[in-house]
């Protein structure tokens, strides 16, 4: 499994001028520990509201206090231990987030927004659709034959066999959805 | 076996085909043309647990009854208020969605878990009621509820009482007891009867107040045994247990099932459903699982049901108020 | 002995009967499909086929019960050693191994591994189960709130073991874990915590929508990322059987494997997550063979496959006997004897109906055999999965990713959480942060909150009960000695450290 670092997209080079040891930007590790230490300010000031323990328990706002330390306490680790790491970035660092990656993350959003409002069948031929092209599919339209035919499989196979009551646009319903 | 499924599958089909293409409420009694198309019974929790076979069973008989085909539907999640969310907030009340409700519809709104309540529902049908008891290991030291009564009255809070979660209706029956005997009991929230069982059981608690069904089968085994029922009357599947009432102590509390619908349904159609419903429940293909299930059966039509629950509310709301 | 007599008994019923041994074949072959498939569990196939057992004799209907549940497990591992996607919760860990070995060109070997694995398992604990029930039973009744406490905490210091690279890097993702499992209505005092008002929020965020975020969602975007570049498709090696040699070296770790998950199984309110998880990291403990653990191993998937598939069988134990169902699978299945009229409790192994029940363990014992053959005919057609170009994968598994979260409750918000903890995974594995202590956070934070606080409610604040029973010391006992093992390991580790960063970079994928 070594080597697979060097898939990373040559045509987005790493903008980022502090990098790790592996060539990777240093915004991920610190903005985990500016996610670390956010969960543990939002449960400070969620437990100021909690009740009491009952007969002797430590009641619902110990753990979270405890939890929220050990949150703290590891954020400032992480932003010690990245910061004493930093090195050069490497020959060619491999972007995280080419916009290969982002498109499809926009596509997820957009397909759990839409999934109630225009139905289960043109949302998820949509996606499948998009993720075909982004995956590297050559041509557009075997990918939108792939992605109708297994939208409609996977439609029956769920929608009838299990029952699961998958939400319905009109033309879901002509599909036999 | 196998081709008995198989056949058993197909004169489902054939039925639910031959229901589509008959004029509608052919068994209902009804004056109205409803129901045309299929209804669709929502269940509030996960496939599997009590109310999901209860309402499989339902479903399964009452379709013969209405002429149309009855979807059950799992939409589980927050305790309930995904599923009776959806009824009282975002569903038609034109009898083609049902769901089944429970006595938590009546008070989970005064703790917050609901922004809905019994107003926002149509009662149509009660089809079953079970009774809390109070059950303890075989060995332990109690045969009857004074002596449980002796030693909680000597120690309070020694003697530890589990239940199905914080403020939920098992919670409460634990804080009716306490009232009515003027005890003190240490609460103990467990996942459901199962976990509570196991602690039971292992002995690091002292008593569990549940349905009666759900510690059926350890009663029979032999492995505990019940102090009291939470009923007017004995039940006739446990004739030897007494109830809280006939000791004197004024207990009744339990949880009960019933059909309902989003508020403003149309009295006739409630009419229609409500004959079929009452009907179905003297089958024996419904009784029997009810039966095994250890759930008991218990009908009462749309005016007297509606009144039931009104006094059930009352009395969950009273004991959640005094337990806070 | 009586015992074996009456499971003879139980497979001339079996044998005499090709309705049943069809109808069983048939609900393991679904079982495996179904577990297969994110979202789509064994429990909930088996609720769906609760209400069609009512129409059916009940050894038939038990039959196929138990088979869908065993076929289940086993059929989660698929797409964890082909995907990286765990079809079911319970093979979680079998992907810390089986993916590797995937990447290695070895996946006909991980799967057919799995599969005997799975095999072992389930016949290890269905004998433990025939002759042993009542005893084991008892025995499990030892297990309450402080052990389970214990035992959470003992589950937690697994995460180094699962860690890769990084402690730290584990233990901030096990943080997240158990940030995201307080969500909700706290169970002990009814109180809302860390829900901001969501109502969406009150009941928690489940398990299965995270774990196909953070493994299916992140697999598809790790592939979209290597699809930017030049892509190198595995290669397939030519054996799609597990060698001998593999077989004898994880013999050891098979048979430790089949007596955790057994055990686990054993203790309600466990379930096979859980021990495929504590055998997996005992086998790391032992570690044989050159590969290292986390890069391909075949004892990984060994460990993973032959426990999960044990809980199974362990769960029938208090099941049957005490007529406590250990987890929701089991669950569906007290359903299922209920509605046949079978009152669990130790006469159901003696009473007038034990021939019945000795026909279902006779069941149980074929569906592992039914697991081992199908499963492997089956492995070397899914072993082709490998060779399917991304742009086929990607779109498949965000379909079945999305349907399947939204399948397991029908509703939007599952969906929800599954996209933001996909994208959430994303982030992490790319930086060296490993997923899986996430989900060890999650399954376990809230077990171990829960009883410590449920112990501590019994004893009013009397915290000695954690050191008092002998089944918490053991669990104790056995926390101090991973924690040395970590510490051990960690300095060898730094001492090593030069001769590693040669190595190169570690691929990027969801642990």
């Known amino acids: 499994m070594a080597g697979d670092i060097g898939r990373g997209t040559p045509e987005q080079p790493a903008a980022v001028v502090r990098a790790d040891a592996a060539g990777r930007p240093l915004t ?69 987030f080419p916009v290969r990656v982002i ?75 | 076996m196998r081709t008995k499924f198989i056949l058993a599958a197909a004169a489902c089909l054939l ?278 299930n250890s759930f008991g059966i218990r009908v009462m039509e749309t005016a007297e049901f509606q009144a039931f629950f009104e006094d059930a509310r009352d009395l969950y709301v009273d004991l959640l108020r005094e337990s806070e | 002995m009586e015992i074996f007599s009456s499971l003879l008994g139980g497979f001339g019923t079996l044998f005499s009967s090709p309705h049943l041994i069809a109808a069983l074949a048939g609900a393991v072959v679904a079982g495996m499909v179904v577990g297969a498939l994110p979202g789509l569990t064994a429990t909930m196939a088996m609720a769906l086929f609760l209400p069609f057992t009512f129409l059916m004799e009940p050894a038939t209907g038990l039959a196929v019960l138990m088979g869908v549940f065993a076929g289940g497990i086993a059929g989660g591992s698929i797409p964890a050693i082909l995907l990286n996607v765990p079809g079911t919760p319970a093979s979680a860990a079998t992907l810390l191994d089986g993916y590797p070995m995937t990447r290695k060109g070895r996946a006909g070997e991980a799967l057919s591994m799995a599969m005997f694995a799975s095999a072992v398992g389930g016949l290890v604990s269905a004998l433990l189960m025939s002759v042993l029930a009542p005893v084991i039973a008892r025995f499990a009744l030892n297990f309450q709130a402080p052990e389970f406490f214990v035992l959470a905490i003992y589950g937690l210091t697994i995460i180094a073991a699962v860690a890769g690279k990084s402690l730290l890097k584990g233990y901030i993702a096990g943080l997240i874990g158990l940030v995201v499992g307080m969500v909700g209505l706290d169970p002990i005092a009814g109180q809302l915590r860390l829900t901001f008002g969501s109502q969406a929020l009150y009941g928690g965020i489940s398990l299965i929508p995270v774990l196909i975020g953070v493994f299916g969602i992140t697999q598809a975007l790790v592939m979209v990322r290597e699809s930017s570049g030049v892509t190198e498709r595995p290669r397939i090696s030519g054996r799609t059987l597990v060698s001998a040699d593999d077989l004898r070296s994880s013999s050891g770790t098979l048979v430790r494997g089949s007596l955790i998950g057994s055990g686990i199984g054993a203790i309600p309110g466990t379930g096979t997550d859980i021990g495929a998880f504590l055998s997996y990291s005992e086998a790391r403990r032992r570690p044989k063979g050159r590969i290292p653990f986390g890069e391909g191993n075949p004892q990984g998937v060994a460990a993973s496959e032959s426990a999960n598939n044990a809980v199974v069988g362990g769960s029938m134990i208090p099941t049957f006997t005490l007529g406590i169902p250990g987890e929701a699978g089991t669950a569906v299945l007290l359903g299922g004897l209920l509605i046949h009229g079978l009152m669990p409790g130790p006469d159901l192994f003696t009473g007038s109906q034990s021939s019945l029940v000795y026909t279902i363990f006779a069941s149980f014992i074929v569906a592992n055999v039914m697991i081992l053959l199908l499963g492997t005919l089956a492995a070397r057609l899914f072993v082709h999965v490998v060779r399917v170009p991304n742009q086929v994968l990607v779109p498949v598994i965000l379909l079945f990713c999305m349907v399947g979260s939204y399948a397991i409750n029908n509703r939007i918000a599952d969906v929800s959480v599954t996209i933001v903890f996909g994208i959430l995974g994303y982030v992490m594995v790319t930086h060296e942060f490993p997923v899986s202590p996430l989900v060890l956070g999650l399954i376990l934070g809230p077990m171990a909150e829960t009883n410590f606080r449920r112990a501590m409610t019994i004893t009013h604040g009397d915290w000695t009960i954690f050191f008092t029973r002998p089944a918490s010391l053991v669990f104790w006992a056995l926390i101090v000695l991973s924690l040395v093992y970590v510490w051990r390991s960690a300095r060898r580790r730094r001492v090593q450290k030069p001769a590693e960063s040669e190595d190169g970079p570690q691929a990027v994928r969801p642990t």
């Open chain 1, 28 to 96: 991920v590790p610190l903005g985990m520990a500016v996610l670390l230490l956010g969960a543990a300010v939002a449960i400070a000031v969620d437990v100021r509201g909690y009740r009491e323990g009952a007969g002797g328990e430590p009641g619902p706002a110990a753990i979270p206090i405890l939890v929220a330390l050990l949150c703290a306490a590891a954020a400032i680790a992480l932003v010690f231990q990245t910061l004493r790491s930093t090195a050069p970035p490497g020959e060619g660092a491999p972007s995280v």
């Open chain 2, 15 to 292: 039925l639910s085909a031959c229901a589509d293409t008959a004029t509608g409420g052919s068994g209902a009694g009804g004056e109205s043309d409803f129901p045309t198309k299929p209804i669709t019974a929502v269940v509030a929790w996960s496939a599997g647990g009590g109310t999901d076979v209860m309402m499989r069973a339902f479903a399964q008989t009452a379709e013969d009854h209405l002429g149309r085909p009855i979807n059950v539907v799992n939409k589980p999640g927050s305790s309930g208020a995904v599923g009776w969310g959806e009824i009282a907030h975002a569903t038609q009340p034109d009898g083609y969605t049902l769901t089944m409700v429970s006595p938590e519809i009546g008070f989970l709104d005064e703790q917050g878990l609901y922004d809905f309540g019994l107003d926002d529902f149509t009662l149509i049908t009660l089809l079953n009621e079970d009774p809390a008891a109070l059950a303890v290991r075989a060995d332990a030291p109690w045969d009857t509820f004074e002596e449980f009564i002796a030693d909680a009255k000597a120690d309070p809070g020694a003697i530890s009482v589990g239940n199905s979660g914080p403020g939920l209706a098992w919670d409460l029956a634990t804080t009716a007891i306490e009232r009515a005997a003027d005890i003190e009991l240490t609460h103990v929230p467990y996942d459901g009867a199962a976990s509570a069982t196991q602690a039971v059981l292992g002995g690091t608690l002292d008593a569990m107040a549940f349905s009666v069904g759900e510690v059926h089968p350890q009663v029979e085994a032999g492995e505990m045994k019940l102090l009291g029922v939470a009923l007017a009357e004995r039940l006739e599947a446990l004739p030897n247990v007494p109830t809280f009432v006939e000791q004197g102590y004024d207990v009744e509390i339990g949880t009960f099932r019933g059909i309902a619908g989003p508020a403003g349904m149309d009295p006739e159609i409630v009419a229609t459903l409500n004959d079929a419903f009452v009907e179905m429940a003297e089958e024996d293909t419904f009784a029997d699982v009810m039966e095994n």
């Open chain 1, 103 to 177: 498109a499809t993350v926009a596509t997820l959003t957009a397909a759990g927004l839409l999934l109630e409002q225009i139905g289960f069948f043109v949302t998820f031929t949509g996606l499948a659709f998009a993720g075909g092209l982004l995956a590297g599919a050559r041509r557009w339209w075997t990918s939108l034959g792939g992605a109708v035919v297994i939208t409609w499989v996977v439609m029956i196979f769920f929608g009838r066999l299990f029952a699961v009551p998958l939400p319905a646009g009109p033309i879901d319903v002509f599909l036999g959805g």
